[in-house]
C-alpha cells in the first residue's frame, strides 16, 4: 500500500524560484515517483495571518492553483484541493486546539520571529494547530519538508499523540520527508534569503527572459572573478551556483568546471540566466493558458476538494464520535 503525503502553499503573493525549487519541483516528484497517494492544497486560510487585500489573496489562490498545473501536477494523479474549501480543516482545528499546550506555541521559533518584527495576530500562534489539522485529516504518513518546518512538524506528532492517549488510536503521527531544497538567498543581498518582500533581490517564476536576465546580471557578486563555491568568502557566487545547478542539473562542480579559464563574471551570469530562462519557458506558457480560463483552474480544485472533503468528513465524524460531539 502506498504510502500518503500532503503538503501546500501559501497564496500570499508572486511565486518565487525558491517557492519553486523547494516545493513545486519536489511535489511533482513524488507524483511521478509512484511511491505515495498526494493531496497538495493552497493553504489559503493559512494566509490570513499575513495582510492582503481580499482581491489580491483570491487572484493569488487562481494563481497558485496555475502554478500546481503548469508545474506538472496532475489531478488524475494527485488530489488537488484548496484548504477553504474543505471545512474539516478549521472544525479540526479548533478541537485539537483544546489538547495543544500553551506553551508549546509559544515556543515556536517562526511565531518568535514574526511577532518581533510587528506581525503578532493570535493567528500566527496557532498556525501549528491549523497545520496539524491539515495533516491529520488524511491520514498523511510523510510530510515533505525543509529544516525550517521540522519544529512545526514535531508539534504535530504531540498533538496527535496526546489525542490518541486520551481518546484512542486515531491519528497517524507524521514523519518528515526531508527534501533536498536549495537555500537561495537574495540576489541583491547574499546574506538573507531570497523573499518577495525584496523584489529588486528575488526571482519570480512570471518574470519575463528580459527580466531574469537584467536581475541576474545585477546580482552582487565580488571582485576576485573566480567562479568558486566558497559561501564564506563569495556568497553572491555561491548563491548564483546553487541556482545555476538547480536549473540546470548540474552539480555545482559541473557548473563551475564550465569557467575555469573565466576572468570575469559576464560571461556566468549570462549561462545562469539562460538556464533558468529556458527551464522556465514550458512552465510559463502552460501557466499562461491556464489564466486564461481561470474558471477552468477553479473547477479543477473545486472537484479536488470534494473528494478531499470526503475524506476528511470521513475522519472528523470519527473524531468527533471519540470525544463525545454529535455527529
Known amino acids: 500500500m502506498n504510502t500518503i503525503t500532503l503538503s501546500g502553499i501559501q497564496p500570499t503573493g508572486k511565486l518565487h524560484i525558491g517557492n519553486y525549487l523547494g516545493a513545486l519541483k519536489n511535489f511533482v516528484d513524488l507524483q511521478n515517483s509512484g511511491e505515495h497517494t498526494n493531496f497538495f492544497c493552497v493553504v489559503d486560510h493559512h494566509s490570513l495571518t499575513t495582510t492582503l487585500r481580499p482581491e489580491d489573496r483570491h487572484a493569488s489562490t487562481i494563481d497558485v492553483?496555475?502554478?500546481?498545473?503548469?508545474?506538472?501536477?496532475?489531478?488524475?494523479?494527485?488530489?488537488?484541493?484548496?484548504?477553504?474549501?474543505?471545512?474539516?480543516?478549521?472544525?479540526?482545528?479548533?478541537?485539537?486546539?483544546?489538547?495543544?499546550?500553551?506553551?508549546?506555541?509559544?515556543?515556536?521559533?517562526?511565531?518568535?520571529?514574526?511577532?518581533?518584527?510587528?506581525?503578532?495576530?493570535?493567528?500566527?500562534?496557532?498556525?501549528?494547530?491549523?497545520?496539524?489539522?491539515?495533516?491529520?485529516?488524511?491520514d498523511a504518513n510523510f510530510i515533505p519538508v525543509g529544516e525550517d518546518q521540522l519544529q512545526h512538524l514535531e508539534l504535530v506528532r504531540i498533538i496527535a499523540r496526546k489525542f490518541?492517549?486520551?481518546?484512542?488510536?486515531?491519528?497517524?503521527?507524521?514523519?518528515?520527508?526531508?527534501?533536498?531544497?536549495?537555500?537561495?538567498?537574495?540576489?541583491?543581498?547574499?546574506?538573507?534569503?531570497?523573499?518577495?518582500?525584496s523584489p529588486a533581490g528575488c526571482?519570480?517564476?512570471?518574470?519575463?527572459?528580459?527580466?531574469?536576465?537584467?536581475?541576474i546580471n545585477r546580482a552582487v557578486t565580488d571582485s576576485e572573478n573566480i567562479v568558486r563555491y566558497d559561501k564564506e568568502k563569495q556568497p553572491g557566487i555561491a548563491n548564483l551556483l546553487r541556482i545555476a545547478s538547480a536549473f540546470s542539473n548540474k552539480?555545482?562542480?559541473?557548473?563551475?568546471?564550465?569557467?575555469?579559464?573565466?576572468?570575469?563574471y559576464g560571461d556566468f551570469k549570462k549561462y545562469v540566466a539562460e538556464v533558468i530562462i529556458d527551464h522556465l519557458a514550458s512552465f510559463q506558457k502552460e501557466k499562461t493558458t491556464l489564466l486564461q480560463n481561470p474558471k477552468k483552474v477553479i473547477k479543477i480544485f473545486e472537484k479536488g476538494s470534494e473528494a478531499a472533503s470526503k475524506i476528511a468528513d470521513k475522519k472528523l465524524a470519527e473524531v468527533k464520535k471519540k470525544i463525545g460531539l454529535l455527529t
Open 203 to 215: 526571482l519570480f517564476l512570471d518574470d519575463e527572459p528580459d527580466q531574469v536576465r537584467k536581475k
Open 251 to 264: 552539480s555545482i562542480k559541473e557548473v563551475e568546471g564550465l569557467f575555469k579559464k573565466s576572468t570575469n
Open 164 to 197: 490518541n492517549h486520551q481518546f484512542g488510536p486515531t491519528f497517524i503521527e507524521p514523519k518528515p520527508l526531508m527534501t533536498a531544497i536549495p537555500r537561495l538567498m537574495s540576489l541583491d543581498n547574499p546574506e538573507k534569503k531570497m523573499s518577495k518582500t
Open 65 to 138: 492553483a496555475a502554478s500546481y498545473l503548469a508545474a506538472g501536477l496532475n489531478p488524475k494523479k494527485s488530489t488537488l484541493f484548496i484548504q477553504s474549501l474543505v471545512r474539516a480543516h478549521t472544525e479540526l482545528a479548533w478541537i485539537l486546539s483544546t489538547l495543544t499546550p500553551l506553551g508549546e506555541l509559544g515556543r515556536m521559533t517562526q511565531f518568535k520571529d514574526k511577532s518581533e518584527s510587528g506581525n503578532n495576530n493570535a493567528g500566527l500562534l496557532t498556525y501549528p494547530i491549523l497545520m496539524a489539522a491539515d495533516i491529520l485529516l488524511y
